[in-house]
């Protein structure tokens, strides 16, 4: 088994390998071209993630600067949005539903090491994916660790550290990120000015 597969299987592998290098390397070059390109170069700047992206909506945003692993991992959903700053270790899957709201200086995190100091010290690590659903709201600031789902219409508060998964139809702030309350259904759906 590859390197690559231990990675994507969610197992211990090396890093540092000719094939995983070059791949970081051409996610490197790609989101280089894409964070120095005009403010006017939209239609470019998301030509080149679309090519980089496992997947991607017919429309979707995301400010520059970003900053990503491989690419190919991550799966961006139809409407979605991302602020300044993004940065995503997709080591492994990264699911983003549609009409996803993500705040400035956000982090997603695939990418652990293990807690054994010599392990650690031989350039191990593994990678658990990360799932956002669909209408997630993730304020500025906060920082996704491997393995998490965050469940539909949820919203994560700014600064927030998820170390373990969060359900649908909550608000949860805090470090660690806790669930603050239930979202009431009348807070949820289109009728925001019924008379």
Not at 51 to 62: D, E, N, Q, T
Not at 100 to 122: C, E, K
């Amino acid at each position: 088994m590859t390197e690559k597969e231990k990675m994507l299987r969610g197992e211990p592998y090396f890093s540092f390998g000719e094939e995983l290098a070059g791949e970081r390397q051409h996610a490197k070059e790609v989101v280089f071209e894409f964070n120095r390109l005009e403010p006017s170069k939209v239609v470019e700047r998301h030509a080149l993630l679309r090519g980089l992206f496992g997947s991607a909506g017919g429309k979707f945003y995301i400010e520059p600067p970003f900053r990503c692993d491989y690419g190919y991992n991550i799966h961006w959903g139809e409407g979605s949005y991302a602020n300044y700053n993004l940065v995503i270790l997709d080591c492994n899957r990264v699911t983003i539903g549609d009409q996803v709201l993500i705040g400035p200086n956000v982090s997603i995190y695939t990418a652990g090491h293990p807690i054994d100091p010599v392990t650690r010290a031989q350039d191990v690590e593994f990678a658990l994916p990360v799932t956002i659903g669909n209408r997630v709201w993730i304020g500025g600031g906060a920082i996704l660790n491997p393995g998490v789902s965050i469940g539909d219409n949820t919203v994560i508060g700014a600064g927030s550290v998820v170390t373990k998964s969060i359900p649908a139809n909550v608000v949860a702030v805090g470090n660690p990120c806790r669930v603050l309350r239930e979202i009431r259904p009348d807070e949820i759906g289109g009728d925001h000015g019924s008379d």
